[in-house]
Every structure is written in C-alpha cells, then in structure tokens.
C-alpha cells in the first residue's frame, strides 16, 4: 500500500498510545484544564437545580398558594439560569484557548519537523497532502481539545447529577424514562458508524482537492501556455463535486439522526407522561415531580447526543493523530554518528568520493555507480556530461539531502556522515540553477544565516558586481519581492543567487548551473567576480556552458553515473571522448 493509500485509511478504534501522546499537548496548560473540569462540574450542578425548583414550586408553594415561597424558588431557578449562562461562557472561552494554544504548539512542531526531514521525503509525497496535516487534520484535534476531551467531563458529570436526581426523586418513573436507552443506543451506534465513513470520505476529499489546487496553482504558467483552463477546470469540478457530495453525505446523514433522536426522546416523554398520570391519578406521584422529571428527562438525553457526536470526533481523532504523528517520527536525516566528530582546524576543503554509489531507492536503477574523485583544497572541479549523467546527484550528496548507498564522502578526511548536518552544510556556499526567493526584501533573502548582516551582504554585493541591479531597484536592500521574487527576471533572480551563497564566506563553493539563466554580459560579470572569490576556496561547478570551466583545475566527464573521463580543458579537448564531441557542438566545430 501507498503512502498516499495509507494516509486515507483512519483509525476505527479509539487507541489509548496516540490518546496518551495527544494530551501531552494539554501538560503546559494543566491548571487550566483543571479549572475548566471545575467550571464543567458546577454545570452539572446548576442542571438539577432548576428541575428541583420547578418541583417545589408545584408541590408547596402552589398548593399553599405562598407567594412568598413561590418566589423565592422562582428566583433560585432564575439565579441558577444565570449561573449556568456564566459558567457556560467561562467554561468555552477557556477550553477554546486551551485547544488554541494546543494546537498552536503542534503546529509549530509539525512545521519544524516538515523543514528537518531529508529531501526525499518530498520527493515521495505531495505538497498538497502535507499541507492537510498542518491544516485539516490539525483542526480535528483542536474540535477535541476546544469541545471534547474537557467536555466530555461535563456531559458524563451532567448524566450521573440527573440520574442520581431521577432515582432519588422517583426510581419507579427513572426506570420508565431508562426504558428507550436500548433504542437510543442503537440510534446512535448507527449514526457514529455511518457519519464516521462520511467524515472519512470528506478527510479523503479535502486531501486530493488541496494536491490538485498546490500542484496547478504551481503549474498555472504551463496550463496558460498549452490553454488548457478549460480541461483544468473539469478536472477541478471532478475533484470539487466529489468533496461536495462526501459533505452532502454527513449533511444527509445528521438531517436523519437529528429528527430519530429528537422522536426517541419524544417517546420516553410519552412513556413518562402516561406513567405519571396513572401514578397521579393513584396518588402515589405528584405534579410536581412529573413536572421536574419532564425537565430531567430532556436534560438527560442532550448529554447522549452530544456524546456520540464527541465519541466519533475523538474516532477523527485518532485517525488525524495517527497521520501527524506518523509524520513527526519520520526520521529528520540519515543514520549519524553517536558522537558528531568536528572538522580539522584549520579547514582545507579537501572532498573526496570514495566508491560512491547511489540510488534513490532500493530497488530502483543506480544513479551513481563506482564514482571515485578528489577535489583538492583551494582548487576547482568541474563536473561535466549529458542530462541525467549523475551531475547534480554529486551535489545533492555533497550537501547530504541524500545519502550514499555505498562508498563514502569525506572533507579532510571526515566521512561527512559523521558531522552534524548544520556543521556540513555550513562549509558550502551553493548556487542553484532555479533559485527559489521567499516573498519579502532582498535583505531578508540574502542574509539567511544568522551571523550575516547588512554590511556584509553590501559588500558580497559589490565584489560580485550586482550591486547596480540592486541600487537601481526601489527601496534598494529593501525592495520588497513577490512570491518566488517573481517581480525580477529569472536572471537576476540568479545573479542575487551569488551574493545568498557567498555572503556567509563559505569555504567550498558549489555552483550547479549557476550561470545558465544569465546573460553573456552579466555572466562575464559574474565570473570576474567569482574568479576573485574562488581564490583559495574549493569549488565543484556543475556546467552544461563549457566555456565557463575551461580554467577548471580538473574537469570530471559523467556519463550515465560513471566517471569516464578526468583532466584539464587543455588535454581534455586533444583525447577522441565525449568532452570533446561536447566541446566541438557548443563552439560550432567540425
């Protein structure tokens, strides 16, 4: 079974590990849940209140005709209304903050945990099903934690306050009232178990609609190009009408329960009225206590309601846990060693692929295979060959988003398995070919690490030479960028690519495509001044343009994840291999 199959499948039991792990969640704000079971627990109280005025009222203050009597218990029901009206708003305004801030808690773990996990688990699952988990599923658990788990306290206080009252008041007319338990046990177990196939459809539905909205809304620039709005949006309306009819289904579903609850309970009023009268006319009961035991009786079955509809809120529940929590124990990287090592000081740059082999999975076809090299310290690699020839791979490996399947990668002689991840990736300064810019000012882009500041990026500016596309823009450092910085050009998006990878002074530079979306003037920019920043740094450039690595210390030729060529431009160039069949189509030779 899929990832994706398994995400729609929930939970049908309630399961005590996921329940005991959800309120952990609740452990900062235990005085609160304290004092909302208190609030909970006087509501329960105050709902017997009423009926045992109403009681009073019929069976002395009535009869006596006491008008004095009569008021004070109408002023007791009134107060006790009052009390109820109270503490009910206390009791939802503070298990609503608690669930808030619950939920505020996960969600700040899940979004923590989602931008710690390795790239390939991106690779494996959707954007769109992630974001179900930071949204729909995240908001079940707050519906719980809001208005159930405290609440079901206070129902299960309110059943056990009014049963006690019945049986006290008149066990005889408690047992006729208990008669339609077995019928509404049945309404409800009917209701849970075809509203929880329901809720799991809609889970399933809202999944594919939030995939299929992120993946087009990402791709709106192809749909235009081919216009194809016309076959997106049947394809949308597929999508949306099977969400709509799933809510239909539960809307379908409560219109039933709703009504079969409300006869059920209209029945056990019948019953109680029939017995009552009898007993009335006998003389063994008062109106009084018919009366009281009417109010009971609807007061007692709201509680069932509303905890069969808690009871598979908690179902929904489990099945959203199990997905998050599914999700928070992915591994956020490769296995590491038990005690991280540090790099040698001072740090050279030295990388070496040690029989490296890779592939994405363990099944399917190797993407590196046998790949031995040194990049030396202070010197630049470049790395050469057709599309899919394992170019960009090295780079992923270098960084670690990926690990080796065999082999080993070291700097200076450190298997970088053993560094922590943040102390690698610190070493590199990467350049991508599609920069990706978050909507913000370019300040905010350019000074990602920490310990970079105004200054440096200015100066990271000048030295690579784009400062004048900087200082022609409004506001400068502080021109504000749209999503994906998609008010520049793709080029200067990349030119500002150099200045985020070498403002943090990095030792290795990696350099994969960089200067592919540029053009050739702003390229010979661009490489005077990388020639001046790569003095005395490693560099492994990844080139389709072989004019820009000529220089190159090494040149590494891959063809189909082997390295089957190595050497200078110069010597390169004189061999009969692929460099030089590449060489000879890019400069037009014969």
Request: with cysteine.
């Amino acid at each position: 079974m899929s990832q994706l199959d398994a995400d729609e499948i929930p939970a049908d039991l309630i399961d005590g590990r996921l329940l005991r792990r959800l309120l952990r969640y609740l452990r900062p704000y235990r005085r609160s849940v304290a004092l909302a079971v208190g609030l909970l627990s006087i509501h329960a109280a105050l709902a017997i209140i009423g009926p045992a005025m109403t009681q009073r009222a019929l069976d002395r203050a009535v009869p006596a005709r006491d008008l004095g009597l009569l008021g004070r218990y109408a002023a007791i029901y009134v107060a006790a209304l009052l009390g109820t009206l109270v503490v009910d708003y206390a009791q939802v305004i503070l298990t609503t903050r608690i669930g808030q801030r619950a939920m505020f808690d996960l969600r700040m773990a899940i979004f923590d945990h989602l931008n710690r996990l390795p790239i390939g688990y991106f690779d494996r699952n959707p954007v769109g099903r992630l974001m179900t988990r930071v949204t729909s599923d995240v908001e079940t658990l707050n519906e719980l934690f809001s208005s159930g788990v405290v609440s079901v306290f206070g129902d299960l206080f309110t059943l056990v306050a009014i049963a006690a009252m019945m049986l006290v008041t008149d066990w005889r007319l408690a047992l006729v009232s208990f008669l339609v338990m077995p019928v509404m046990w049945l309404v409800v177990s009917v209701f849970r178990r075809h509203i929880r196939e329901a809720f799991r459809d809609i889970r399933t539905r809202v999944a594919r609609l939030n995939s299929f909205m992120q993946e087009h809304l990402a791709g709106v620039h192809v749909i235009q190009l081919f216009s194809r709005q016309r076959d997106a949006a049947g394809e949308f309306d597929a999508v949306n009408e099977a969400h709509l009819e799933a809510h239909q289904r539960s809307i379908t579903i409560y219109a039933v329960f709703f009504p079969m609850f409300e006869l059920v309970t209209a029945v056990a009023l019948g019953l109680l009225l029939t017995s009552g009268g009898i007993r009335i006319a006998a003389g063994t009961a008062t109106v009084g206590v018919l009366a009281a035991f009417i109010q009971l009786t609807r007061r007692f079955f709201q509680p069932l309601q509303d905890l069969s509809e808690k009871v598979n809120l908690l179902q929904n529940a489990m099945a959203s846990s199990e997905r998050i929590f599914r999700l928070l124990d992915t591994p956020v990287g490769g296995p590491a060693a038990e005690r991280p090592v540090v790099l040698p000081t001072p740090f050279r740059g030295e990388i070496r692929f040690d029989q490296v082999w890779f592939r994405y999975d363990d099944h399917g076809p190797w993407v590196l295979e046998d790949v031995s090299f040194t990049a030396p310290a202070g010197e630049t690699t470049a790395v050469v060959g057709h599309t899919g020839a394992g170019k960009t791979t090295v780079v992923s490996l270098l960084l670690r988003y990926y690990d080796v399947t065999r082999g080993r990668i070291t700097l200076d002689g450190v298997d970088i398995r053993d560094l922590d991840v943040a102390t690698l990736r610190r070493q590199f300064g990467f350049v991508q070919q599609d920069l990706f810019l978050f909507t913000g000012d370019i300040l905010r882009n350019l000074a990602l690490d920490p310990g970079v500041g105004e200054a440096q990026v200015g100066a990271t500016l000048a030295r690579v030479g784009v400062d004048g596309l900087v200082g022609r823009l409004p506001g400068g450092l502080r021109h504000v960028l749209a999503e994906r910085g998609r008010n520049l050009s793709v080029g200067e998006r990349q030119l500002l690519s150099f200045a985020r990878a070498l403002a943090r002074d990095p030792r290795i530079l990696l350099l994969d495509e960089a200067t592919s979306s540029v053009d050739s003037e702003s390229e010979a920019r661009i490489q005077r001044g990388i020639a001046e920043l790569m003095k005395d740094r490693t560099a492994v450039v990844v080139a389709h343009r072989l004019s820009t690595i000529q220089s190159a210390g090494q040149i590494l030729v891959m063809h189909h994840g082997r390295v089957v060529e190595r050497g200078c431009h110069d010597n390169l160039v004189k061999g009969d291999g692929i460099y030089r069949r590449l060489y000879r189509l890019q400069v037009g030779g014969a």
